[in-house]
């Protein structure tokens, strides 16, 4: 490999680096390369391991190895779901317990509780305590998170699909605060 | 007027068959949303819920078929056809009542 195939490469790699979850198009636009030659670079950077990508409807969203483990997918599908974006912008802009983000969401505490564990388990948020309460933080830095949403958005049936979800979790039996 | 005209020179069985399919389509519109929204989240409750609109389109795919074609014995259907409807309304109320 020459040294400009290879500056290339570290190029498209920075980029996926910094925009966790952008697609083929973009990468193209921003870093002003022809479509070949960025998919040459992205099968590279796959074969080595440096990055991975998941295909979602129309497009090919990559992101860099390492910055989420093995829970791109299940990042992917949390993201497609307008209620998990909301809750995360929420708890972006302050420490919320529970009933904070159930009140300015307005949706049910059960519907709260249930997308905060998925969170929690992917370890996009993270639990503190205080006092009697749980306090939420990002548990990824926020440029990722903000990255990633703007990248990342969830199409008009995924939009219905998680409004069906959410009417059935809010028929769920409230679960207490933590 | 040219609309009315025409609302009333079509036959009234080819607007009810237009329902039906309507009606049908928009059945399993929501089946296949319950079935997203079931992948997305792994709410087990909503299986219920999808296999109530897959039973809602499966009733009016048979009471329109039975219509036409008139296998089965009237009285028959119409046991079938409420059978359906309960077990509709039973999966509904699982969903509803279910624990996540």
């Known amino acids: ?178 | 007027m040219i609309l009315s005209k025409l609302f009333l020179e079509t036959e009234p069985s080819g607007i009810e068959t237009g329902i039906e399919l309507g009606i049908v389509a928009f059945a399993l519109v929501l089946f296949a949303l319950s079935i997203t929204a079931y992948r997305n989240t792994r709410i087990k409750k909503i299986l219920f819920a999808a296999a109530a609109f897959a039973l809602f389109a499966i009733q009016l795919f048979i009471d329109s078929i039975e219509d036409y074609l008139g296998f089965l014995d009237e009285e028959i259907t119409g046991i079938i056809l409420k059978l359906v409807t309960f077990a509709i309304l039973v999966l509904f109320f699982v969903a509803i009542v279910k624990k996540k």
């Open chain 1, 1 to 178: 490999m020459n040294d400009e195939s290879n500056s290339n490469t570290i190029r498209v790699l920075q980029y996926i680096q910094e925009n966790p979850g952008c697609h083929l198009r973009k990468i193209k636009r921003e870093l002003d390369m022809s479509m070949g030659t960025i998919q040459y670079h992205l099968i590279l950077l796959e074969k080595q391991g440096k990055v991975s990508s998941e295909r979602q409807n129309l497009h090919k969203y990559y992101f860099p190895i390492g910055l989420f483990e093995q829970n791109e997918k299940d990042i992917l599908k949390i993201l497609n779901q307008e209620t998990a974006r909301e809750i995360l912008l929420v708890i972006l802009e302050q420490k919320p317990t529970q009933t904070d983000i159930a009140n300015i969401i307005k949706i049910s505490g059960a519907s709260v509780n249930w997308h905060i564990k998925r969170l929690v388990d992917l370890g996009l948020i993270l639990e503190q305590k205080d006092g009697k309460f749980k306090r939420y933080t990002l548990g990824i830095d926020s440029k990722h998170i903000v990255s990633l949403m703007k990248n990342y958005h969830p199409n008009i049936w995924n939009r219905w699909s998680n409004r069906l979800a959410e009417m059935f979790l809010s028929l769920s039996k409230e679960e207490k605060e933590q």
